[in-house]
Each structure stands twice: as C-alpha cells, then as structure tokens.
C-alpha cells in the first residue's frame, strides 16, 4: 500500500495540532510531502517582500526541517494547480482552500482533506485505516 500523503503549508500545516498529526503520521512510517502554492523563490510581483535579506521559503524550510519533512519532499506548484503535481501515487492531501479540495476531486485520485472541518484527523485516520 501507498503511504505518500501531502500537507498544504499556509493555513494547514502552519497549525500546531496539524504539524502534531504530520509528525505522528513520520513515525507510523508514512512519506509525508508538502504541496504548496508558493513559488521556489519569491516573486516581487506575487509576493510584498518585507525583508529582502529573509531567502525565500525560510519560514517553511524551518519548519519542515523541524518537523522531518525532507527538502526533496517538498512540492512548490508556482501558482499552478495541486492536482497537477498530486498523481495517484498520493493517498490524501490535507489543505484549508475548499478550492483545492474540489480541484482534487475532479482532476486528481489524491483524496483532499478539509482541515477546517472538525473532524479532519478523524476522516484522515480512517481513508489511512489507522
């Protein structure tokens, strides 16, 4: 059985209980992966960059890296659809834009997951059989 499952990053994996879920997800031995929106490095004209001696992605770069997500694991779309990048290798992506989750269902066999529904672990747990 597969075990790839992937993490939107802004608004999903940035939340404290989803970062618990993604590392007791590492220790169960799934391959957990980020995909994310974000461009590999910042675009003035899509991004207001503050500080430009911040490189890009460091706020995710540190959090997966505290997290044991591996760098080769993370998936940046450039703006592009997920279910572009989210084959059926996927079984789940969890992710907070009810966007995202539909596009899932129409283009991609990766099953979305809407974190900001309350029984998101729960629906997780069960499409994983744990």
Known sequence: MNKKISFDF????TEKIVQDYAKSLIKKGFEVYVCTFRTKE???KLFKI??????ANADLYLLTDRLGIKRENIIFTEMDCK??????????HLD???M???DLELNSKA???DVTIS???????ELLGI
């Open 42 to 44: 910042y675009n003035d």
């Open 83 to 92: 279910s572009k990048f989210l084959d059926e290798t996927f079984l789940i």
């Open 10 to 13: 802004d608004g999903t994996l």
């Open 100 to 102: 995202v989750i539909r």
């Open 119 to 125: 029984k998101w672990k729960q629906k997780c747990n």
């Open 111 to 113: 099953i979305g997951v």
């Open 96 to 98: 907070d834009d009810w």
């Open 50 to 55: 503050v500080d430009k001696s911040t490189p």
